[in-house]
Each structure stands twice: as C-alpha cells, then as structure tokens.
C-alpha cells in the first residue's frame, strides 16, 4: 500500500531529522588526584625552602668537663734568711748543702792567717787523709741525685753538679782533716786566727743566693718572673771573703709558695676552689695544695701553698709544675660554635618601660611622632644594653623626662656567643667562657641572656647570621 505525502510534508520530515541537540560536558572530579596534586605542591614548596636556606650541623649543649693539665714555670717563695761573714779570712765550709743543721750547729770556719787550711791542702796533696764510708754515701746521693734530675737539654745542671761534688769532696776531706789536726788547731782557735761559726738558728742550709731572699707573696711583681735576668750565686765555690759577705742561706720553715701568672677564663674556673693537684714535672711527684689569688698591675696571680717537697727544691727559684686533675665543669660546647658579634650598646639611662610590660624600651625620635621600640636586648652590664634590630645607626634615643638624645652608634661593643636555632631560626645567644682548650669551651650556666642545657647551637657558628633559617 502506498501513502501518498505532500511535497511540503516530505520538507518538513527531512528538517526534523538534521536536528541535532547538544548538552554541556560533565567532568567527573576524583578525590585520589586532588590529594596527589596537593602531595606535589607540598613537596615542590620543601624542596625549594631546602635549596634557598642554609642546611647547618647542629649541636645539642649538655653538662661537661674539660681536664686541664697546664704547665707553669712557678716563682718559688720561701722563709730565707742570709747569713753574713762575722770576719774577714779564708773560708772552710762544714755542712752540707740542703744540710738540715739545729741552732748552734757547726757550719763554716774562717782562717784568718790561712795556716789551717795550708795544712789541710797540704794534708790532702799527700793523701794523709781519708774519707769513712758515711763519706762516700754522702758523695753517692749527690751523684743519685743528679741522675735521677739528668737532662741533656739543660747543660747548667751538669755544670752546677760538677760543682756540687768537687766541692762536698772538699768538705769532707777538709772535715776528715780538722778532726785530725790537734794541737795545732787548738793553738789557731786559742789565738783567734780559726774560728767556727755556728747556725744562728734551725733551718735547711743552701750556698747559694739569688736576690730573691727577701720576696714575699705580698711584694712579688711581674718582673720577679722574668727568667732571662735571673742569676745565681755559688757561694760554696768562694775560697775566702770579707767580713760582711754572704757565706750561706738558711731556710727556717718547711712551709711555702708557688706563685703563677694565669688568665681570666682559669681564674673564673678556679675562684671557688679551694685545693689544687701538682705534679713537680723535675721527679713527677704529685702532691695537693691550697690556693689563693691574687692581682697586681691588671693580671691574675695564682698562689700556692705547700708544707711538703720544700727541701727538693731548696735551690731553684722556678720550679716547672703541672696542674693535673682540674675537671672545670659547666655546659660544654665546641669552639667551632663560638662567634663574635658586634652591637650597639645603648644607656640604661635612656631606658624606659611601656605596653604593660617589664622589658627594656626606648623612645624614638622621628619626624612625625616619637616611638615606642622594644628591641630585643642581647646583654646588659652595669652601664649599657646591648642590641642590634629594631634601631639603625643614626637613629636619636630620647631620655626620659629630659631634652637630651643618645645617637644610636656613639658606642659599639662585641659579645661572644653562639647562635640558638630552638625556634627553627638563629638567634645570637651571649656566652660567659670559663675555660677553653683547643676544641671545646666550659661556659658559665644560668646567665639572663645565654644558652641551657639541651639547648641546640649551630656547630659552625660562621656559618650563619641572625634569624637565617635552619633545616637539619
């Protein structure tokens, strides 16, 4: 069956069908790529802070020691007391040196006419004296000694030893020679032309003599440790003197002193102390002392106090001591972190306290108003503060309840310190060094404006300015 359509029908038909309606696009969101895209940003934002900062060591502080074992050549102090020729003559030693003698204990001779000691030497040339075997032991400890004090460095030992026994060897022969002279003694002493002279009180005999007899702890000074203009005079090598001369020193007392030349840091690390350790680095024997300071012309004077080893150094005006066990404690922390830092210092008397707090502040001098700062204070001393932000060289201080200003820069002054990255961020912290050796330095706890135990520094302190961020 056909069905006939119109021509206008037919048109109508075809337009339908090359209609075509289009609907907007739907996008589909997913939860998995909005976080992978905000993991990304996270991490390109890292990267580029980690690669435009400072990436540093940092060092935790903690509670430690450092050992010290300082060497000091010490000025030796002791009770001396000089004893003068009563007569002019020829003299003949009878106590040995470092020889303890009582009062009235028999010490030298004087020969006037010189026929004693003639026929003594005479005596000795013809070998008519001889030497006991509490001779011979006499002679052994002064070549024992010098053994066991031996040093091929120092060739003024060697000379004084050679010097020391020559003369004990004479002595003892002299001696062996007046006890076996008899009658003929007896008649120089009768005449007066031999006289023996005895110790005016107990003591430690010592022929030698340097100036320093008369030194005292209280009177020392800076050029008493000037080793380069030190003599010393062998008495015992003189054969005859004047009335009036030196003859021989005694030491009345067991008890003295070694007095150092130290610096600030160990006087800090020691002012509390009480005793010391030392070792004698001549025979490395240990002993304790007590200690005291003193200060004269600007420096630091530590004083010894010993009642022992006296008599092993009854000769020598230096002594080369150690000190040995001295664990100076407090917070420990590299030398590497250790920075100076320069700062303005701004009077107290230009201080002011606002916004309802106890901080230091300042006023401001500007054009248009005057300001309350509150810069942060890195240390204070008697007179100033110390900043560095919030004010600029040039900028005018005013103070209070006054016309006058401060020019900001007039005085500077550097600190020590470290910088504290706790915040993320350094921040110089001031420190107070109580002692220092070649890698770490003892500061001092509990300062207003320093460093606490478990604080974190950075360990090369050159290595960054205030407020650099850190990343470890």
């Not at 920075?339 to 701004?346: G, M, N, P, Q, T």
């Not at 890195?378 to 900043?387: I, L, Q």
């Not at 420190?431 to 320093?450: A, F, H, P, V």
């Not at 950075?458 to 300015?465: A, C, I, P, S």
């Amino acid at each position: 069956m056909f069905v006939l359509m119109s021509k206008n029908s037919k048109k109508s038909s075809q337009k339908a069908t090359k209609t075509i309606i289009r609907y907007p696009k739907q996008y589909h969101f997913s939860i998995g790529m909005i976080v992978i895209g905000v993991m990304c940003v996270y991490m390109v934002y890292h990267l580029f802070t980690y690669l435009t900062s400072n990436n540093v060591t940092i060092y935790e502080v903690s509670q430690g020691s450092i050992s010290s074992n300082l060497e000091y050549n010490a000025l030796a102090i002791r009770q001396e007391q000089i004893v003068y020729a009563d007569n002019t003559g020829d003299i003949l030693y009878l106590s040995e040196n470092f020889g303890k003698v009582g009062a009235k204990s028999q010490v030298y001779a004087l020969d006037t006419s010189g026929e004693i000691l003639s026929s003594i030497e005479e005596a000795n040339e013809n070998a008519e004296v001889t030497l006991d075997e509490s001779d011979y032991e006499k002679l052994q400890n002064v070549v024992s000694t010098y053994m066991v004090d031996y040093d091929n460095q120092r060739y003024g030992k060697t000379y004084a030893f050679k010097t020391e026994l020559e003369s004990q060897a004479e002595q003892l022969y002299a001696v062996s020679a007046i006890e076996n002279m008899g009658d003929s003694l007896t008649a120089a002493m009768n005449s007066g032309t031999f006289n023996i002279y005895s110790s005016p009180t107990p003591g430690l005999i010592v022929y030698s003599i340097d100036g320093f007899e008369d030194l005292t702890t209280d009177s020392f000074t800076s050029e008493s440790f000037d080793t380069s203009k030190y003599t010393s005079t062998n008495l015992k090598a003189q054969k005859s003197v004047e009335a009036g001369a030196p003859v021989y020193k005694l030491i009345t007392s067991d008890h003295w002193n070694l007095i150092c030349e130290i610096d600030n840091d160990l006087y800090e690390a020691l002012k509390e102390e009480t005793y010391l350790q030392i070792k004698f680095l001549e025979d490395d024997v240990q002993t304790w002392t007590t200690i005291a300071f003193a200060e004269k012309a600007g420096k630091r004077y530590i004083i010894l106090s010993l009642d022992d080893s006296m008599d092993r150094y009854a000769d020598s005006r230096f002594v080369h001591i150690k000190f040995i066990n001295n664990n100076i404690s407090g917070l420990k922390i590299p030398n590497s972190s250790i920075v100076d830092k320069d700062f303005y210092k701004i009077p107290k008397a230009y201080m002011v306290q606002g916004n309802n707090n106890d901080d230091p502040g300042f006023i401001l001098q500007s054009d248009a108003d005057n300001i309350y700062i509150n810069p942060t204070i890195y240390y204070e001393d008697e007179e100033f503060y110390y900043v560095d932000e919030g004010v600029q060289r040039g900028d005018k201080i005013l103070k209070p309840n006054s016309n006058e200003y401060y020019v900001v820069g007039a005085d500077m002054g550097t600190l020590q310190g470290v910088y504290n990255v706790n915040k993320g961020y350094a921040v110089f912290k001031q420190i107070e060094i109580l002692y220092q050796n070649n890698d770490y330095s003892i500061i001092k706890t509990g300062t207003s404006y320093g460093i606490s135990m478990y604080d974190h520094i950075v360990l090369q302190g050159d290595e960054v300015e205030e407020n650099t961020i850190i990343n470890n």
